[in-house]
């Protein structure tokens, strides 16, 4: 495996690993894991702390009015390992302040780091629902639900918003500046307007506008996929740390890399693929798991020069020990890495 990039910053690294506190608790590291839908859930976050250095993980969006009633033991989003919980944050979504307030509530109680509102969330169906980044179309409503949520629970409380539905960046500063005075306890922002499915890259700059609004930490996000690209992030925008997404589906040692100069060996991308494979099918049923399998591998194959050709084989596979086979045989040492992750796959 050779890379062209550095993979390590010094400047970056000492920058990270600078601990930083959220409403009274500490984080060891200032490089944290995105919440994604179908990507964060517990079997890729047992992954990922296999490779170590994630700051702060967030489990992918829980559903607000589901969370109360939620069976953990069953439910395949709202769902954790005990040892977890002191470095994970439960994101909710939802309409209203009561669904959000009860939801939150259960989230505290199970002993999660913290609660992370999405309002960032731009899917047809969420939006309808006016969930999401829908409530960045009514302000009031949204600071309201933070309110609400910062009253009825201890532990701290997480905004996850976007720049809204204009370009404009004013209304979404003056719009931090709410969520503060509301008592929000931190802010990630990820400078898109809600309509953008990601195919644009982001207005980086935009995130210092809300970096300057407020006196919470304030965390960046979006298409960050090389130590350089977040080290340029902090020092252009003055944020305080940085939310990483698809890259860590790409490369969950990333982590462990930027922070800690870890250099994984050439087999780390079979042994990723591998590990994977064991903890989808321990945490679910077989075709959950392997539905879970085809999404994670757009975003691993993305990697690779020939990351189509790679997805196209590991789509026919129907079980995990079909994975394993071709895991064994397919993903081997000498793969040409593509430079900056296949935009194409990336964006699926
Ligand atoms: C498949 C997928 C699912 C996502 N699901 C969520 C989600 O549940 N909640 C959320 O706040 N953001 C979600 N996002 C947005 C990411 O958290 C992040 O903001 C976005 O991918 C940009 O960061 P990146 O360029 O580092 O990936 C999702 C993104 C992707 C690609």
């Known amino acids: 495996m050779t890379e062209s990039t550095p993979t390590y910053l010094p400047r970056l690294a000492t920058q990270l690993n600078t601990p930083i506190t959220i409403g009274g608790k500490t984080i060891p590291n200032k490089l944290w894991l995105a919440p994604m839908a179908g990507l964060t859930h517990t079997a890729f976050r047992e992954v990922l702390a296999h490779y170590g250095s994630c700051g702060l ?5 829980c ?11 069953v439910s395949p989003v709202f769902r954790w390992h005990e040892w977890e919980l002191p470095s994970l944050v439960c994101q909710i979504v939802g309409a209203t302040p009561e669904e ?30 006016e969930a999401g980044a829908a409530l960045l179309k009514t302000p009031g409503k949204a600071v309201a639900i933070v309110e609400a949520v910062r009253k009825a629970v201890s532990i701290p409380v997480f905004v996850k918003f976007r720049t809204g539905w204009s370009k404009d960046i004013e209304p979404a500063a003056a719009l931090a500046k709410e969520f503060e005075a509301a008592g929000a306890d931190c802010l990630v922002f990820h400078p898109r307007v809600a309509p953008d499915k990601r195919t644009r890259p982001p207005f980086i700059d935009h995130i210092r506008y809300i970096k300057e609004a407020v006196s ?14 977040c080290q340029d992030m902090l020092d252009k925008t003055g944020c305080d740390g940085v ?8 490369r969950p040692w990333l982590f462990a890399q930027w922070t800690t100069g870890y250099t994984p060996d050439e087999n780390i991308f079979q042994d ?7 903890a989808l099918e321990q945490e679910f049923d077989p ?12 975003y691993f194959a993305a990697n690779f020069r020939f990351g189509h050709s ?14 394993r086979r071709m895991a064994k045989e397919h993903i081997i040492p000498d793969m040409a890495l593509s430079q900056t992750p296949n935009m194409n796959l990336y964006n699926l």
């Open 100 to 129: 959000l307030v009860i939801a939150a509530e259960r989230v505290e109680r199970e002993g999660f780091f913290g609660v992370d509102i999405n309002m960032g969330c731009s899917a047809r169906g969420m939006i309808k629902r």
């Open 63 to 73: 559903s607000a009015k589901a969370v109360p009633t939620e069976n953990p033991r």
């Open 57 to 61: 993980a967030f489990t992918e969006m």
């Open 216 to 229: 919470i930490p304030v965390f960046g996000n979006g298409n960050v996929t090389t130590p350089q690209h």
């Open 272 to 278: 990723y693929v591998l590990r994977m494979a064991t």
């Open 310 to 323: 790679l997805l196209a084989k590991f789509s026919t596979a129907k079980t995990m020990d079909d994975v």
């Open 243 to 250: 939310s990483i997404g698809r890259m860590a589906m790409a």
């Open 287 to 298: 075709i959950r798991g392997i539905k879970r399998f085809r999404l994670f591998m757009a």
